[in-house]
T-cell receptor, first 116, second 114 residues
């Protein structure tokens, strides 16, 4: 299957700082990328959908100014958590949908963010 | 609105016993259906998927699932569970009409006792 790589795998930061998470599709072109968040012992919740070259679409309740998503190329999407707070500590997972649009999403390994 | 229900939060089975994890969905479109497994602190691994055709789908690690449209269900089964199957299992549903974004169930934690 297609491979999606996320970086960093884990990050610890101080409250008030910003953190950037990268999501790369290594062997396919991801026209659409989805960002999910998973709190401890909970399921995955979709945060936003990004299409290459256009603004991301955020799910209800997700602050677009806090979670900045950029999808500037067909192989890279980034999520920046701005002015992070302890309640933003979570597991963030990206996934990509290829140009063939088969309906299958390919997931990254996830990035665990801990905000102190 | 789209929703996915996994009614069992925890399931415990004995090693070697059969397993069935339930998944029901409510969707306003023809769904794509997936089962994923997640070990603690890890990402998701796709077990199997259904898009169309044969409603009994075979996956990796000996898992299978059956799509029953009349019951809006996509239950996951395995005839003989191994201790290494202990993990959390997520059912997910998507559709082209909704841009292929996946909606996940709450997950079922599987414990295997020896």
């Amino acid at each position: 299957g297609a491979v999606v790589s996320q970086h960093p795998s884990w990050v610890i930061c101080k409250s008030g700082t910003s953190v950037k998470i990268e999501c790369r599709s290594l062997d396919f072109q991801a026209t659409t990328m989805f960002w999910y968040r998973q709190f401890p012992k909970q399921s995955l919740m979709l945060m936003a959908t990004s299409n290459e070259g256009s603004k991301a679409t955020y799910e209800q309740g997700v602050e677009k100014d806090k979670f900045l998503i950029n999808h500037a190329s067909l192989t890279l999407s980034t999520l920046t958590v701005t002015s992070a707070h302890p309640e933003d500590s979570s597991f963030y997972i990206c996934s990509g949908n290829d140009r063939i649009n088969t309906g299958e999403l390919f997931f990254g390994e996830g990035s665990r963010l801990t905000v102190l | 609105a789209q929703s996915v229900t996994q009614p069992d939060i925890h399931i415990t089975v004995s090693e070697g016993a059969s397993l069935e994890l339930r998944c029901n969905y409510s969707y306003g479109a023809t769904p794509y259906l997936f089962w994923y497994v997640q070990s603690p602190g890890q990402g998701l691994q796709l077990l199997l998927k259904y898009f169309s055709g044969d409603t009994l789908v075979q996956g990796i690690k000996g898992f299978e699932a059956e799509f029953k449209r009349s019951q809006s269900s996509f239950n996951l089964r395995k005839p003989s569970v191994h201790w290494s199957d202990a993990a959390e299992y997520f059912c997910a549903v998507g559709a082209a009409e909704y841009g292929n974004k996946l909606v996940f169930g709450a997950g079922t934690i599987l414990r295997v006792k020896s």
